[in-house]
């Protein structure tokens, strides 16, 4: 009895603690989901900023946490291969695919609609040829004419302006370093010539925007332009400058100047754009130039930048506005007999990591018609041999690099692109400092992820299969230069039935003939000053 009685006695303890984990776990979950519930609900009820939250306690929350996931779920289960906005997965999976160097070829036959309006295709020839001479992948830059000492032979693919502070450190190391495998050109963007430009070795092309960082002083919109610290500049970068872009205008926001907080600022931003630090202020961007104010002047500015960088190439960039103004320009220039070498056309389409969505949405022309009103004035005018055009918008394939250059370009860049091969996954993220590539951020945590060595394999070989596919194109086409290229080359679906080349949707002007007097009426009558239409095409 007595083993027996204290086997008993014993049991409860024994059992208590057997049991007791599996027991009173649950009851501890739930009385831990029920007091979050009834914490979140009181919350709820007392804020008064959001009516769902206030009117379904807890429940309504559910709506906030879908807005947030909202992007992620349209892109990886939605939206289809041709979906996507700014851009589809089609066009994201070829540029991964050719950045890590795998197979890009795709089976079992096209995507896309081709009987759908505004589908595009090249006319290829019964006696395809072959792009074989290097240098017919290039173009040189540089009007001697102008005073330009030192042309420059530019990839007729390259990566476009994107600011350090915008980009992390370790993405500019990448691009750079990418640039200087493939032997083509790296825009700074506006926000000067970084540290992180100049250790990889590749070609520059120096962005002077509005704030002249890099090659000015002074505070917000009274900052001015320096020659002798853009000459300090081009000379501490030992010859890694090429060519200078005067920032006029971009595409994502014509017109529209740009604001760095002050805490943002770090010592190497700093540096780069010759600013004091610790910082008194934010960093202001004026939304035009102080060093001119007419076409005359830009025409001016243009020749005594040319003058100071010891002979560099050097361009506008603009997103077209008023087509008025261009051609005023572009008779400037015929007038005075100096010029820019090169004019960037930007398209509305662009890209940029912040703006307003009504200066992104509804501002400037896109690339077409800006590009080809570029065109029309300069061959019009007889310049075009003189004056290159770099195009630039939303290019990520061979295929865009040969329609732009039919339609009168004579080297094409991209941003976005080359950003998507540095691993950009599109999370429109930009604008937060959270990027989650470390591409666009100044977290060091988020900016570690990023390897600059293996990402700058990536650049090369995205260039490299990209320029490949173009010059491709070119030889079935039936040439064997990207020269020869003309808009009859390309053709498009106007509508349901009917075709054209591009030729026909974007009329090409006869060279001299605004000097003549034998141009298209409206735009003769555009660069005679007798009429400020602002039209493009009927």
Same mark, same amino acid.
């Given at each position: 009895?007595?083993?027996?009685?204290?086997?008993?006695?014993?049991?409860?303890?024994?059992?208590?603690?057997?049991?007791?984990?599996?027991?009173?776990?649950?009851?501890?979950?739930?009385?831990?989901?029920?007091?979050?519930?009834?914490? &979140?609900?009181?919350?709820?009820?007392?804020?008064?900023?959001?009516?769902?939250?206030?009117?379904?306690?807890?429940?309504?929350?559910?709506?906030?946490?879908?807005?947030?996931?909202?992007?992620?779920?349209?892109?990886?289960?939605?939206?289809?291969? *041709?979906?996507?906005?700014?851009?589809?997965? /089609?066009?994201?999976?070829?540029?991964?695919?050719?950045?890590?160097?795998?197979?890009? $070829?795709?089976?079992?036959?096209?995507?896309?609609?081709?009987?759908?309006? @505004?589908?595009?295709?090249?006319?290829?020839?019964?006696?395809?040829?072959?792009?074989?001479?290097?240098?017919?992948?290039?173009?040189?830059?540089?009007?001697?004419?102008?005073?330009?000492?030192?042309?420059?032979?530019?990839?007729?693919?390259?990566? %476009?302006?994107? *600011?350090?502070?915008?980009?992390?450190?370790?993405?500019?190391?990448?691009?750079?370093?990418?640039?200087?495998?493939?032997?083509?050109?790296?825009?700074?963007?506006?926000?000067?010539?970084?540290?992180?430009?100049?250790?990889?070795?590749?070609?520059?092309?120096? @962005?002077?925007?509005?704030?002249?960082?890099?090659?000015?002083?002074?505070?917000?919109?009274?900052?001015?332009?320096?020659?002798?610290?853009?000459?300090?500049?081009?000379?501490?970068?030992?010859?890694?400058?090429?060519?200078?872009?005067?920032?006029?205008?971009?595409?994502?926001?014509?017109?529209?100047?740009?604001?760095?907080?002050?805490?943002?600022?770090?010592?190497?931003?700093?540096?780069?754009?010759?600013?004091?630090? +610790?910082?008194?202020?934010?960093?202001?961007?004026?939304?035009? #130039?102080?060093?001119?104010?007419?076409?005359?002047?830009?025409?001016?500015?243009?020749?005594?930048?040319?003058?100071?960088?010891?002979?560099?190439?050097?361009?506008?960039?603009?997103?077209?506005?008023?087509?008025?103004?261009?051609?005023?320009?572009?008779?400037?220039?015929?007038?005075?007999?100096?010029?820019?070498?090169?004019?960037?056309?930007?398209?509305?389409?662009?890209?940029?990591?912040?703006? +307003?969505?009504?200066?992104?949405?509804?501002?400037? /022309?896109?690339?077409?018609?800006?590009?080809?009103?570029?065109?029309?004035?300069?061959?019009?005018?007889?310049?075009?041999?003189?004056?290159?055009?770099?195009? $630039?918008?939303?290019? $990520?394939?061979?295929?865009?690099?040969?329609?732009?250059?039919?339609?009168?370009?004579?080297?094409?860049?991209?941003?976005?692109?080359?950003?998507?091969?540095?691993?950009?996954?599109?999370?429109?993220?930009?604008?937060?400092?959270?990027?989650?590539?470390?591409?666009?951020?100044?977290?060091?945590?988020?900016?570690?992820?990023?390897?600059?060595?293996?990402?700058?394999?990536?650049?090369?070989?995205? #260039? *490299?299969?990209?320029?490949? %596919?173009?010059?491709?194109?070119?030889? &079935? &086409?039936?040439?064997?230069?990207?020269?020869? /290229? %003309?808009?009859?080359?390309?053709?498009?679906?106007?509508?349901?039935?009917?075709?054209?080349?591009?030729?026909?949707?974007?009329?090409?002007?006869?060279?001299?003939?605004?000097?003549?007097?034998?141009?298209?009426?409206?735009?003769?009558?555009?660069?005679?000053?007798? $009429?400020?239409?602002?039209?493009?095409?009927?």
């Amino acid at each position: 009895m007595c083993g027996l009685t204290a086997t008993v006695a014993a049991s409860p303890a024994v059992l208590s603690a057997s049991v007791t984990p599996m027991t009173f776990a649950p009851a501890a979950v739930l009385g831990i989901l029920t007091a979050g519930y009834w914490s &979140i609900g009181l919350q709820d009820i007392k804020q008064d900023s959001h009516a769902i939250r206030r009117n379904f306690p807890v429940i309504g929350n559910m709506r906030y946490i879908l807005e947030t996931i909202r992007p992620e779920l349209r892109q990886y289960i939605v939206e289809s291969d *041709s979906d996507g906005r700014p851009f589809s997965r /089609l066009q994201r999976a070829q540029i991964y695919q050719r950045a890590k160097n795998v197979n890009d $070829t795709l089976p079992f036959g096209t995507r896309l609609d081709v009987y759908a309006t @505004n589908h595009e295709w090249a006319c290829h020839s019964m006696y395809p040829l072959a792009v074989t001479d290097e240098n017919a992948k290039r173009c040189v830059v540089g009007a001697t004419e102008y005073g330009t000492k030192q042309p420059y032979s530019a990839s007729i693919f390259n990566i %476009s302006a994107m *600011s350090y502070g915008a980009l992390s450190d370790n993405a500019i190391l990448a691009l750079n370093r990418g640039a200087q495998l493939g032997g083509f050109y790296h825009n700074t963007g506006e926000g000067g010539v970084s540290q992180f430009h100049r250790q990889c070795g590749g070609d520059i092309v120096w @962005n002077v925007g509005t704030g002249y960082f890099g090659c000015g002083s002074g505070e917000g919109d009274k900052r001015v332009f320096e020659p002798a610290i853009m000459k300090e500049t081009i000379d501490d970068c030992q010859g890694k400058i090429k060519m200078i872009e005067i920032k006029l205008s971009q595409g994502a926001k014509p017109g529209h100047g740009g604001l760095l907080p002050k805490s943002k600022i770090t010592k190497s931003i700093a540096e780069a754009r010759k600013l004091q630090y +610790p910082p008194t202020g934010d960093c202001h961007s004026p939304a035009r #130039h102080s060093s001119f104010s007419n076409h005359h002047e830009l025409v001016e500015f243009i020749s005594h930048v040319r003058e100071v960088s010891g002979g560099l190439p050097v361009g506008v960039k603009m997103c077209v506005g008023d087509p008025a103004e261009v051609a005023a320009f572009v008779r400037a220039i015929a007038e005075m007999g100096q010029g820019p070498d090169f004019i960037t056309v930007d398209g509305a389409e662009g890209g940029t990591g912040a703006a +307003p969505p009504e200066l992104t949405d509804h501002l400037g /022309l896109p690339l077409e018609e800006g590009l080809v009103l570029v065109r029309n004035l300069l061959v019009g005018a007889g310049l075009k041999d003189r004056i290159k055009i770099n195009a $630039t918008g939303r290019i $990520t394939s061979g295929f865009s690099i040969v329609k732009n250059i039919a339609l009168g370009a004579d080297i094409t860049s991209a941003a976005r692109a080359f950003m998507m091969s540095l691993g950009c996954i599109q999370a429109l993220k930009c604008n937060t400092n959270t990027c989650p590539t470390g591409i666009t951020t100044q977290n060091p945590e988020l900016m570690f992820g990023l390897n600059p060595e293996t990402k700058a394999i990536r650049v090369y070989h995205y #260039h *490299s299969k990209t320029v490949q %596919s173009a010059s491709d194109i070119v030889g &079935i &086409i039936g040439h064997d230069a990207f020269s020869k /290229l %003309s808009p009859k080359d390309i053709m498009r679906r106007v509508r349901q039935g009917k075709v054209a080349t591009l030729s026909t949707a974007f009329p090409e002007i006869q060279p001299n003939s605004l000097l003549e007097g034998s141009a298209p009426e409206r735009m003769q009558d555009m660069w005679d000053n007798r $009429t400020s239409h602002r039209w493009i095409y009927e």
